[in-house]
């Protein structure tokens, strides 16, 4: 649908977030991996719609078998693996995002970006550059937006690995008009979702990854289903990490949906497990402050 008016998009976009969170819930969890890609491509249609005015669909884009899709960094280099992984979202679910190229002229005078796509691609906005180890944080994960990143740091010196912050602009709306209280009430709460994105700085056994998340997470669960720290474990394969490994974890609600450094998808439905995440990179001890103290930043920033 094209010439979204202006005070439609939140509705349109609230309508498609509803819609797709249903279907979520009503996934089958042998196609986790089809759901975690829904769920990207819901995200980036839905900021499609709040920026642009316009929502490409199946019925509005060519579908075909095999998509032939880029995404740009915005960086004089060329391209990245993190900006082409939004493109491969959407080649994975069959919808190819030729409107650009095939419908009538694009209207430069919606969008507040510089450069348009010209030929169907994906456009990304510039990466954001994590200070204390050059680690680069698209501006888009999983459709939502980067609000804030920072590095893990072990005994006082060891940058372990560098981690970045992505919510929903549109969950966030209200919230970070609100002041830094709010905002951290906020960030502690599930129901507001979020990607947290972790790229490693050096190379690691997976062994030690995933025993340091569970010695952050085990004395903040209280007890509670200790038995979902056994899970997280088994979502991660017998495979040691290596500099520029990367795994996502996206929370919403009492599910975290984890990826794994090797692209393997699972869940944990959990509201403890979720919570305690949280606190771990967002409470009052969080595991990196600075990493904190950006989001907190970049959160009234969103657009």
């Known amino acids: ?14 309508t498609w977030y509803r819609k797709v969170s249903q279907q979520a819930r009503n996934e089958n969890p042998q196609h986790l991996k089809l759901l975690h890609n829904k769920m ?27 998509v032939s899709t880029s995404a740009y960094a915005g960086s004089s280099s060329g391209w990245t693996n993190a900006a082409a992984s939004t493109a491969v979202a959407f080649a994975m679910t069959g919808i190819a995002i030729h409107a650009w190229q095939d419908t009538t002229s694009w209207e430069p005078n919606i969008t507040k ?3 348009m ?9 510039g990466p954001t550059k994590e200070a204390k180890t050059g680690i680069l944080f698209p501006a888009l994960c999983n459709g939502y937006n980067l609000v804030g ?20 602009p549109l969950a966030m709306s209200a919230v970070k008009t609100q002041g ?23 190379s690691l056994s997976i062994d030690k990854y995933t025993a340091a998340i569970v010695e952050a997470l ?9 038995d979902k720290l056994e899970e997280f474990k088994k979502l991660n394969p017998p495979v040691d990490l290596v500099e520029g490994a990367e795994m996502e974890m996206t929370i919403r609600g009492d599910v975290m949906l984890y990826k794994n450094s ?30 904190k103290e950006s989001v907190l930043e970049g959160i009234p920033k969103l657009k």
């Open 40 to 66: 990207i491509v819901s995200n980036i249609a839905r900021r499609m719609i709040l920026q642009n005015g316009r929502l490409f669909t199946r019925k509005s884009c060519q579908q075909r078998q095999s």
């Open 149 to 168: 990143c920072g590095v893990r740091v072990k005994y006082g010196f060891v940058k372990v690995y560098a981690v970045g912050t992505y919510m929903d």
């Open 1 to 14: 649908e094209d010439n979204i008016r202006p005070q439609q998009r939140e509705e349109r976009a609230s």
């Open 113 to 115: 970006l510089d450069a």
């Open 262 to 291: 090797v692209g393997g998808v699972g869940q944990i439905r959990s509201d403890t497990f979720c919570r305690a995440l949280l606190d771990v990179y967002y409470g009052d001890d969080a595991v990196s402050p600075g990493h």
């Open 180 to 202: 830094s209280k709010a905002i951290q009430k906020a960030l502690l709460d599930p129901m507001y979702p979020r990607t947290i994105r972790i790229v490693m700085n050096r």
């Open 117 to 125: 796509p010209t030929s169907g691609d994906v456009l990304m906005l």
């Open 218 to 226: 085990e004395p903040r669960m209280k007890g509670e289903d200790l």
